[in-house]
Structure formats: structure tokens, C-alpha cells
């Protein structure tokens, strides 16, 4: 059956970014894309930082950097600075960017390696241009330098991400996506196939659809109260399962960071997203450690100033739905699964959600293939990046709380453990089946966690160590230099997408 109407279930930023991909296929031929949220029904609005493949998403929709960025209040972001996880005291950058280069085929850690056996004292971080403009709080854009010859800056950025959703909701309804204001009260089902026929909304309206996108958020609307798809927990490695959310004004006038934070604590961690005109904050924890009151107490006790509005208490279970492509309705965001914002992979996973379906999106119809391929990637995709953010919780030498002893001592998967012996072996690091965490990241986490690398690849030793030193030495000057001539961030965003209210 021909898809003629396809119906968004739910808003906020996972709806809206469905709504405007696909409105590009309006386009292409007559196809009906109606969202369906209610204003009575809050979205989370916590999912603020993002990577880099966000940055892609939005120049394939053709947006204006400067124009959302303006709208959406949003800063730069390089990188995520995580303090007190290794141990009490510790902190390190996670950058977006690689550790210096692959040189004669090797990648460069392993190059470092060796040359910090041979005596050379500089850390890691020295050949990291995103490193070193987040400690400086510098940013530029790579084309802003005008030359070749120095290292490409990654970057992602911080959203007001309900500034976003509203920025998106304009840009899709001016490419025709219809908004109906409503909340769904029923679910209609095909008595012969299963498919979602229709939804009934609250003024008793029955609109009907051939696809639909579930964006309901952690209620799964139509993948699990009306399909019963089923869900795997992942509690047992990711034990977080509360959060208390909490916008704050910049009292102490210090400037954005071109960073996130991720604070550990007795028993979870604290974010902090800097935006132009406040800081998003929040404390990611978990219940059979810490009270509600206490997350409360330890947030606002850690935060740069005065709260903005009422605390927002978020209840979730760490895991994935059984299919995320169900029938004829297809889940995006909180509605698939959920894993926390550590790694800022939330609004990550919305884009890569959506850039699957429209891959395999086919207007004449829905067959079992599209189902199974969406389903079988997306599992892929998921169970590695539950790997690498269990990785932080259990590469820890924290003894200091009950829960970080669980951490510590607990077991994790084969994949996960097999990655950490061969990292300690000789630094190897495999990427597997395309992941999303590059071998710089699983490096950055594991040393800046304690985790040893006792040797490096045997191919790094035969490399020419007078030539292979003049290549450091000119790969460091060159990061120098670069951030050197960078402004200071706050200033960059001043100049190139002031927010109307600092205008």
C-alpha cells in the first residue's frame, strides 16, 4: 500500500527533526506529513549538547548556522570535560577531534606511546587542536583561518533545545508539514495485520495514517501501549535511572566554556551546557544510592547561579525497545530507547533514527526487508554506544560510595571487555561496523580514566624516530599557532551569532 500520510506522534526536538527531514519529500511527490503534539503534555527539553554528525544534519537541511544558532541561544562545542571519574581529583577532555594523525599507517597514539617510552614528556592532549582551544576557551571554525596547513577543528554545539524544536517547527511548516494541535486519547489498529490505522485525538477528530512516527517520548505511544513491542533493560550496566533537571543564570560572569561538563558524584554525575544566555544543568543519578531531595541539594550546592525555573524530576530505564521499526510505525528518540546524556548522544541518535528511515524509506510501500534492515542497524548502533558509556562507570578506581563500588565490581559485556584487554595489551583499538566512537575517543576515556596501555602496535617502532620527532614538533607548533590565533569563545559568538537577547 502506497504511504500517502504520514503522522508524527509528539513534538519537541525528536518530532520536529523528523518532520523537518522528511518534509524534504514533499518535493518529490504528493505526500501528507501531518505532527500531532499536545501544549498540555511537557517535552524533556534536557537534551541540549550535541556532536558533530549534528552539525551534517542541519547544513542537509540546508539551515543557516548563524540564523539557529541565534534562535536556538546556542554555543560551540568541542569536546566534554569529565572530573572526578577516574578518581576524586581527575579530569580530562573528551575531544572531538583526533589525537594528532595516522602516521606510516598507525594511529597516533601508539605513536606517542612509544615516544613517551623514549623519554618525551608531552601529554597526549599537546597534539589535539580541540583539547587545547577547550582549556584556552577558544573557538574557530576551520574555514575562518583561510589555510590548509593547520589541523581541522571538530565541532557540535549547546541548544536551548526547545529554542530548536520552534526554530525547526517554522522551518517544516513553511515546507508544508501540517501541526495539529491535540493529545491522542486512542490508538486504532488493522484487526487482520496490526498496522496503526488511525488516532483519535481529544476533540474526538480520527486522523489516519500509512506511516507513523512515534516521538512520545519515554511513554512510547504507539511502539509499546498500542504494539507491545517490548523493551531490554540495561539497568545492570547503566544503573542510573532519575534525573533532576535545572536552568541557571551565569551570576559569576564567568563566559561560556566551548565545552560540556560532566561531573561525577557520590552516586551519578552533574551536566552543565553553556548557552549564551544561562547554563543547562542537571543531575543524572540513581535512587537505590541517593534521595531525590539529596540529587536536589548536590545539583543547586554545584551550579554557577541562580535557578531559572522549577526543578524537573525525570524518572527513565536505561535500555532499547525490542524493534524500533514496528509494523508500520517507526519509534525516534525517547520512544526507542534511552541512555542517558553522558557521551550527548540523545539528540544523536534522533538524527541517525531519522537519516535511516529516510534511507530507507520507500513511498510505494512498507515490506519486512526495510523493517528488519532499520532494526538490525539500529540495535548494532545502540549496543555499541552502551559500551562505551558503560566504559565510564566501570573504569574506575572510585571506592568512596557504595555505588561507585557496584561500578566498579560489576560485570559488563563481552564486547566491552574484550576492547579494554586489548587496549591495555598494546593500545589496539578495532572500530567496529562503522560506531559512532572513534578510536581517539575509546583512547581519551580509557587513559584519561587510569586505564594502562602496557605496549603499542609493533609498526610504530619502525618508523624513523628523528624524522617521526620533527613531525611532532611541527604538529604541535602547528596546534599552537591555531589556537594561538583563535578569539576567546564568547567573543566568536559576539561577533558571528549573537542571540537576540545579547545583541
Not at 330 to 352: C, K
Amino acid at each position: 500500500m502506497a504511504i500517502e500520510n504520514i503522522i508524527i506522534v509528539g513534538g519537541g526536538t525528536a518530532g520536529w527533526m523528523a518532520a523537518a527531514a522528511l518534509s524534504r519529500l514533499k518535493a518529490g511527490r504528493p505526500v501528507s506529513i501531518t505532527l500531532i503534539e499536545s501544549e498540555q503534555i511537557g517535552t524533556v527539553g534536557v537534551g541540549e549538547a550535541t556532536i558533530p554528525p549534528f552539525v551534517e544534519f542541519n547544513e542537509l537541511l540546508g539551515i543557516d548556522e548563524r540564523e539557529m544558532l541565534a534562535a536556538s541561544q546556542g554555543s560551540f562545542k568541542l569536546g566534554i570535560q569529565f572530573s572526578n571519574w577516574g578518581k576524586l581529583g581527575d579530569s580530562y577532555i573528551h575531544p572531538f577531534g583526533a589525537y594528532g594523525y595516522n602516521m606510516g599507517g598507525v594511529t597516533f597514539h601508539h605513536v606517542w606511546h612509544r615516544f613517551r617510552q623514549a623519554g618525551d614528556k608531552r601529554p597526549i592532549q599537546a597534539f589535539n587542536v580541540e583539547t587545547m582551544a577547550a582549556y584556552f576557551g577558544k573557538f574557530a571554525r576551520s574555514q575562518d583561518f583561510g589555510r590548509d596547513d593547520l589541523p581541522p577543528v571538530n565541532y557540535a554545539y549547546h541548544l536551548d533545545a526547545g529554542r530548536y524544536a520552534a526554530f525547526l517547527r517554522k522551518y517544516a511548516e513553511q515546507r508544508g508539514v501540517v501541526r495539529r494541535e491535540g493529545r491522542i486519547d486512542d490508538v486504532r489498529l488493522d484487526p487482520e495485520t496490526g498496522f496503526v490505522t488511525s488516532v483519535q485525538v481529544s476533540d474526538g477528530e480520527v486522523i489516519s495514517g500509512d506511516l507513523f512516527i512515534d516521538c512520545s517520548g519515554f511513554r512510547g505511544l504507539l511502539i509499546e501501549q498500542a504494539l507491545e513491542t517490548g523493551y531490554e533493560d540495561w539497568t545492570h550496566w547503566l544503573p542510573c535511572n532519575r534525573a533532576v533537571a535545572l536552568p541557571c543564570n551565569r551570576d559569576d560572569g564567568s563566559p561560556p566554556p566551548p565545552f560540556t561538563r560532566a561531573a561525577a558524584h557520590s552516586a551519578g554525575w552533574q551536566w552543565q551546557v553553556p548557552l549564551q544566555h544561562r547554563n543547562g544543568n542537571g543531575h543524572v543519578y540513581c535512587d537505590a544510592f541517593m534521595t531525590a531531595d539529596e540529587a536536589h541539594d548536590i545539583l543547586v550546592a554545584n551550579i554557577a547561579g541562580k535557578p531559572t525555573a522549577d526543578p524537573n524530576h525525570l524518572r527513565f530505564v536505561t535500555g532499547r525497545r525490542k524493534k524500533f521499526w514496528n509494523k508500520n510505525v517507526v519509534a525516534i528518540g525517547l520512544a526507542a530507547g534511552f541512555m542517558e546524556p553522558l557521551e550527548s548522544t540523545s539528540i544523536h541518535l534522533i538524527n541517525t533514527g531519522v537519516n535511516k528511515l529516510i534511507s530507507l524509506l520507500s513511498l510505494d510501500g512498507i515490506t519486512p526487508a526495510q523493517e528488519e534492515a532499520f532494526n538490525r542497524l539500529t540495535v548494532k548502533e545502540y549496543a555499541r554506544i552502551r559500551d562505551f558509556l558503560i566504559l565510564h562507570y566501570n573504569a574506575t578506581s572510585r571506592d568512596d560510595s557504595e555505588f561507585w563500588n557496584y561500578c566498579r565490581t560489576m560485570s559488563v559485556p563481552d564486547t566491552l571487555t574484550e576492547k579494554i584487554e586489548l587496549f591495555k595489551l598494546n593500545g589496539q583499538i578495532f572500530r567496529e561496523e562503522d560506531e559512532l566512537f572513534t578510536e581517539t575517543s575509546w583512547a581519551a576515556v580509557m587513559m584519561g580514566q587510569g586505564i594502562p596501555m602496557h605496549g603499542h602496535n609493533a609498526m610504530a617502532d619502525t618508523l624513523d624516530l628523528a624524522a617521526t620527532r620533527q613531525e611532532l614538533d611541527e604538529m604541535e607548533k602547528s596546534i599552537r599557532f591555531a589556537v594561538q590565533h583563535m578569539p576567546a569563545h564568547i567573543d566568536y559568538l559576539k561577533r558571528y551569532c549573537p542571540a537576540p537577547a545579547l545583541a
